[in-house]
């Protein structure tokens, strides 16, 4: 299986200010992901990092808002900008397409956000 | 637009007691579905998946089937422990025939096992 790192594990944020979150793959992976899952919620896609290109984001989610970066094929990286309360959630970072996992998804541990 | 649910929401059993989770969903093409299981505040962890062409799989105490043409899928725990106790997640993947690798997941059952 693939090992995903992801930092910050937590963090209280003020409002109106901005994170990033870092995501790091032990392997080159095809596929990443991010996801949100707010309080009492399943997960929701925010966007498809492409390595190389611009992110592909869902509907309700725009690249001003959630900015994500791909430099290579093991490492990734969120932004939740301009924080509000109502960005308080567990963002998961999750990959698929190793060579040992094919069409397994597997998800980090999470980076979960308070913002007061 | 797919949407997955998951029967119960929550479920509470004594320690050894069998149990069934189960997962729907409303669009049968998919390419495969996965089991996962979330502790709390914490990341999801794969337990098991099915591809469409696969009616089951197992892993341990762990059973799940796969009725793709019904959209339909379970997962058994056998001889269930208190380590079981978490919320386990079914998440469906797209079949757009491309690399469509979106899960759309159900909301959950949360499981708890009593000693």
């Known amino acids: 299986s693939a090992v995903i790192s992801q930092k910050p594990s937590r963090d209280i944020c003020q409002r109106g200010t901005s994170l990033t979150i870092q995501c790091q793959v032990d392997?080159?992976?095809?596929?990443m992901f991010w996801y949100r899952q707010q309080p009492g919620q399943s997960l929701t896609l925010i966007a498809t990092?492409?390595?190389?290109?611009?992110?592909?984001?869902e509907s309700g989610f725009v690249i001003d808002k959630f900015p994500i970066s791909r430099p290579n094929l093991t490492f990734s990286t969120l932004t939740v900008s301009n924080m509000s309360p109502e960005d308080s959630s567990i963002y998961l970072c999750?990959?698929?397409?190793?060579?040992?996992?094919?069409?397994?998804?597997?998800f980090g541990e999470g980076s979960w956000l308070t913002v007061v | 637009k797919q949407e997955v649910t998951q029967i119960p929401a929550a479920l509470s059993v004594p320690e050894g007691e069998n149990l069934v989770l189960n997962c729907s969903f409303t669009?049968?093409?998919?390419?495969?579905l996965q089991w996962f299981r979330q502790d709390p505040g914490k990341g999801l962890t794969s337990l098991l998946l099915?591809?469409?062409?696969?009616r089951e799989q197992t892993s341990g105490r762990l059973n799940a089937s796969l009725d793709k043409s019904s959209g339909r899928s379970t997962l058994y725990i056998a001889a269930s422990q208190p380590g079981d106790s978490a919320t386990y997640l079914c998440?469906?993947?797209?079949?757009?025939?491309?690399?469509?690798?979106?899960?759309?997941f159900g909301k959950g059952t949360l499981l708890t096992v009593n000693p």
């Open positions: 999750s990959v698929s397409g190793t060579v040992v996992s094919g069409n397994t998804i597997y």
């Open positions: 392997s080159q992976v095809t596929m």
């Open positions: 990092a492409n390595q190389g290109s611009e992110a592909t984001y």
């Open positions: 669009d049968s093409a998919i390419y495969n």
């Open positions: 099915i591809q469409s062409s696969q």
């Open positions: 998440a469906v993947r797209g079949d757009s025939g491309g690399s469509n690798y979106k899960l759309t």
